[in-house]
């Protein structure tokens, strides 16, 4: 009975040990750790462009960029650009410090390649559904081979991009678990961010769309504001003014009411917020109030004649407003259910803006 216990407690203490034992340098240099992914589409399959910080920049993302490392692998598909890595390599790939995943606008569009793509990283489970998504124009590899020039890791600097933003709320960009959501429910309305070159550095030029996972195309800056903002993806929001005057909505908040006009939905959205005038002062309160009325004005012909502009050119509903039918109107989503495109495209829009002007000293 003594020898047993001396047993248990033996095996007891080396499996307790076992945890701290961790990974030594060698096991470390056998892995590979992309901080950042670019795909593009070639004629028969994908190129894939691997960016990898420095060995010793993994403990500290946020360090200087020393170049790091690329590679580029050009194959059939995702799956095969993996293989063909580790096999030249002679080292594993680790998604665990993976930030972003970069989509060349060809291959995004090519629907076949991109599904291969998602039920590849669905099955393997291996990349964060936190990773940010974004879109290139026109190649990704074009976009992360900017990195040389930046001063920490593309991916670090793509991510530090959008969640340290003063305009886009931290769930605003899409990540890779949207985009899995959007593969198998297709149910709403997706904004990418596309990035382009701006002085030697990635910036966000526009935003492309889907609906329930079938492309729209692009927005221009202002109008994927305007529905993201609809959605309550913004922090601030500006508007300018017939007198120059810049206004800035400060975490502004949209309210939706759904209803019937003329047999058809129609959608009432409400914006709340408080703003400043940016670019001046206010010399009394009845300037103020001047001001106030102005703005309303105007964030109230700006928002509808964006969405009423998207449904004519796009036929897309850019507030997703369909999404909240079901828990709004149970009779109208029955009747649209099966056609969300007929709804988008009949959907009618009230505006209403109650913005306070503060602090225009």
């Known amino acids: 009975m003594k020898k047993i216990k001396r047993y248990l407690c033996i095996a007891f203490l080396l499996s307790a040990a076992l945890p701290l034992a961790g990974c030594n340098t060698r096991e470390l240099e056998d892995r590979s750790f992309p901080l950042a992914i670019g795909i593009d589409e070639t004629g028969s399959g994908c190129s894939v462009a691997f960016y990898f910080p420095q060995l010793s920049e993994i403990a500290d993302e946020k360090a200087k960029s020393d170049e790091g490392e690329s590679f580029r692998v050009v194959a059939d598909s995702y799956y095969e650009a993996w293989q063909t890595y580790e096999a030249d390599s002679e080292n594993s790939l680790d998604y665990n410090h993976l930030k972003v995943l ?51 890791p593309v991916g670090t600097f793509l991510e530090d991009m959008v969640t340290g933003s003063t305009v886009y709320k931290t769930h605003a960009m899409p990540t890779l678990g949207d985009l899995y959501n959007e593969y198998y429910n297709r149910n709403s309305v997706l904004f990418l961010p596309v990035l382009s070159e701006n002085g030697g550095i990635p910036a966000i030029s526009e935003f492309y769309v889907s609906r329930d996972f079938k492309p729209v195309g692009t927005l221009d800056m202002q109008d ?23 206004i800035k909505l400060d975490a502004p908040d949209c309210s939706y009411e759904i209803t019937t006009y003329r047999g058809k939905p129609q959608l009432i959205l409400t914006v709340k917020s408080e703003a400043a005038l940016m670019n001046g002062m206010c010399a009394d309160s009845e300037k103020r109030e001047e001001l106030e009325a102005q703005t309303n004005r105007k964030l109230t012909e700006v928002l509808k004649e964006t969405l009423c502009a998207a449904q004519d050119e796009k036929g897309v509903d850019l507030a997703d407003s369909f999404r909240k039918l079901g828990g709004s109107d149970r009779s109208l989503y029955d009747r649209y259910a099966g056609d969300k495109t007929h709804y988008d495209a009949v959907i009618n829009y009230e505006v209403k803006s109650e913005v306070t002007l503060v602090d225009t000293k």
């Open 224 to 246: 994927a504001l305007v529905g993201l903002l609809a959605e309550n993806k913004l922090r601030s929001f500006s508007v300018k003014l017939s007198g120059g005057e810049i």
């Open 102 to 152: 970069v989509f060349g606008m060809d291959f995004l569009e090519n629907e076949n390649a991109l599904e291969q793509f998602l039920e590849f990283a669905v099955s393997q489970e291996n990349f964060a559904r936190n990773t940010l998504v974004f879109v290139a124009s026109p190649d990704a590899s074009d976009i992360l081979s900017l990195n040389g020039g930046l001063n920490e």
